[in-house]
């Protein structure tokens, strides 16, 4: 059954550096988001991409944040100068769209120190 | 803005007892969804509703949905311990997901 990939599970950085996170969505769907899952509190919407562009974001996504599709198969969420308070476990989802439910990878765990 | 609201946060319970989790949610949408969560896991997708009295039902979980109440519910029927768990419901307005607190349930042989 094919399933959303993220790479890497777990990434540690220095406070101030960038950060990449990989996703691999399944490849017919349309859609792509990055959720944050603080440790033990809820999963908050980070940003939703249809068709090569920014179709929502939330209040979390501010400038240090951007997302791209560098590829036909990547999906990629950007952190330019990493905080403290990034630390998070980010999913990544896609969906074929209207009204279907959206297919979660295992996420990334972010370390900041 | 979209406030989703899950109540209780915490429950446990006892095997073979039922129990029903609430989830309000303040912006009318017609789209709500249950995920479950196991612990350091991702989120696997239980229900989607989309229709005022919709009801599905997956084996001991039952899940409904009043779209004029703004208001899901979650029902466990006789616990088992493999349900332990977090629900967590979600909304979708327009691609945006917004999702609840999460109810950590926790099921005692």
């Known amino acids: 059954e094919p399933e959303v990939t993220q790479t890497p599970s777990h990434q540690v950085t220095q406070m101030g550096q960038e950060v990449i996170l990989r996703c691999v969505p399944i490849?017919?769907?349309?859609?792509f988001y990055w959720y944050r899952q603080i440790l033990g509190q809820k999963v908050e919407f980070l940003v939703s991409f249809y068709n090569n562009e920014i179709s929502e974001k939330s209040e979390i996504f501010d400038d240090q944040f951007s997302v791209e599709r560098p590829d036909g198969s990547n999906f990629t969420l950007k952190i330019r100068s990493t905080k403290l308070e990034d630390s998070a476990m980010y999913f990544c989802?896609?969906?074929?769209?209207?009204?279907?439910?959206?297919?979660f990878g295992p996420g990334t765990r972010l370390t900041v120190t | 803005e979209l406030k989703v609201e899950q109540n209780p946060l915490f429950l446990s319970m006892q095997e073979g007892k039922n129990y029903t989790i609430y989830c309000n949610y303040s912006t009318t949408s017609d789209r709500l969804y249950w995920y479950r969560q196991d612990p350091g896991k991702s989120l696997e997708s239980l229900f989607v509703?989309?229709?005022?009295?919709a009801v599905k039902q997956e084996g001991r979980l039952m899940a409904s949905l009043d779209t004029k109440a703004r208001l899901s519910t979650l029902h466990i029927t006789a616990a088992v311990h493999d349900l332990s768990a977090t629900y967590f419901c979600?909304?979708?307005?327009?691609?945006?997901?917004?999702f609840g607190a999460g109810t950590r349930l926790t099921v005692k042989p």
């Open positions: 490849s017919n769907h349309l859609y």
């Open positions: 509703l989309l229709s005022n009295g």
């Open positions: 989802a896609s969906g074929p769209g209207g009204v279907n439910e959206q297919y």
């Open positions: 979600a909304v979708d307005i327009d691609n945006d997901m917004r």
